[in-house]
């Protein structure tokens, strides 16, 4: 166990509609990822949040969005879903310091568009 | 942008064999290069790092390699099991940079 908590684990909508994924990084760590796994797309770099603020950005759509509370949870939402959007999303968290880049991953939630 | 080659795609071999996936990296600023091992319906898990000061790093029956000059590092799986059957992934990353850009994964089948 990584001790990093993603919910839901399943997930299955509609085209055109929007979802909440949810995020609870590893005690004492205050950085957050968030990556998405597709088969040809290997693990991409979504999004990055450091201890409440954005860090860094990867190749993260417009109509995606994330934030990170002052408890450190973190929520990525998708919007306007397309069919394309249908992967696993996984979240990861690291303590943030230059000398400790380890990263720890939660297992993932699998996203369905239908 | 960091790019990483991983070879190969697919790599099967019998029970006690050892296993090599090399990956390649573009940009020679990278000074961390972390493996992952993921284990099917579960996410990436850490099993080794190297730092770019060190030449080769090893633990139990896993060794890791790195040729700075040559801009390649090579994850080693010795007397290989089972259980060792999963995806492993190599990445890289810049000090300073916390974003590590991951290899498109190589899937170990290990026969018994």
């Known amino acids: 166990d990584s001790g990093v908590t993603q919910t839901p684990k399943h997930l299955i909508t509609a085209t055109g509609q929007r979802v909440t994924l949810r995020c609870s990084p590893r005690?004492?760590?205050?950085?957050v990822y968030w990556y998405q796994q597709s088969l040809d797309q290997g693990l991409q770099f979504l999004i990055q949040?450091?201890?409440?603020?954005?860090?860094a950005k990867g190749n993260i759509l417009e109509r995606f969005s994330a934030q990170q509370f002052p408890d450190l949870h973190s929520e990525l939402n998708l919007s306007s879903l397309e069919l394309g959007d249908s992967a696993l999303y996984f979240c990861a968290s690291s303590a943030g310091q230059p000398t400790n880049e380890k990263l720890f991953f939660g297992s993932g939630t699998q996203l369905s568009v239908l | 942008g960091e790019n990483v080659e991983q070879h190969p795609s697919t790599l099967s071999v019998q029970e006690g064999d050892s296993a090599v996936i090399k990956c390649t990296y573009s940009?020679?600023?990278?000074?961390?290069f972390p493996w992952y091992k993921q284990e099917l319906g579960k996410g990436p898990q850490l099993i080794i790092d190297?730092?770019?000061?060190?030449g080769e790093k090893k633990d139990q029956r896993i060794a890791v390699t790195l040729n700075k000059t040559a801009k390649h590092f090579s994850l080693h799986i010795t007397e290989t099991q089972p259980e060792d059957s999963a995806v492993y992934f190599c990445?890289?990353?810049?000090?300073?940079?916390?974003?590590?850009?991951f290899g498109r994964g190589t899937s170990l089948i290990v026969h018994p």
């Open positions: 190297i730092r770019s000061n060190v």
């Open positions: 949040y450091y201890n409440g603020e954005e860090r």
């Open positions: 940009d020679s600023a990278s000074n961390y």
């Open positions: 005690s004492g760590d205050l950085s």
């Open positions: 990445a890289a990353s810049k000090g300073g940079s916390y974003i590590p850009t």
